[in-house]
């Protein structure tokens, strides 16, 4: 459970990236890339290298000190493939 709360931050970038299934994305001010998955983002065209995007964002928090076991397995076992 959260114990901040949400601070929107509305945010932009510049698609570099189109596959089949994710698009990824230069954030504008040298903040970084974002790769999502292709369903997450909202169009009424079609997606081109070059287009812009918008969109809100919040801190991410650290539930706890906790590690999920099984996602760490998940991991380990996807990388010895």
Same mark, same amino acid.
């Given at each position: 459970?959260?114990?901040?709360? !949400?601070?929107?931050?509305?945010?932009?970038g510049i698609i570099v990236e189109v596959h !089949? #299934?994710?698009? #990824?994305? !230069?954030?504008? $001010?040298?903040? $970084?890339?974002?790769k999502i998955p292709m369903r997450m983002l909202? &169009? !009424?065209? =079609?997606? *081109?290298? #070059?287009?812009?995007? #918008?969109?809100?964002? &919040?801190?991410?928090?650290?539930? $706890?000190?906790?590690?999920? =076991? *099984?996602?760490? &397995?998940?991991?380990? *076992?996807?990388?010895?493939?």
């Amino acid at each position: 459970m959260p114990k901040y709360t !949400d601070r929107l931050i509305y945010m932009e970038g510049i698609i570099v990236e189109v596959h !089949d #299934g994710a698009v #990824g994305i !230069d954030l504008k $001010g040298r903040l $970084g890339y974002l790769k999502i998955p292709m369903r997450m983002l909202i &169009s !009424d065209y =079609e997606i *081109k290298v #070059g287009q812009e995007v #918008g969109f809100n964002m &919040s801190f991410i928090e650290q539930l $706890g000190p906790a590690v999920n =076991e *099984k996602y760490v &397995s998940n991991i380990q *076992k996807h990388k010895e493939l």
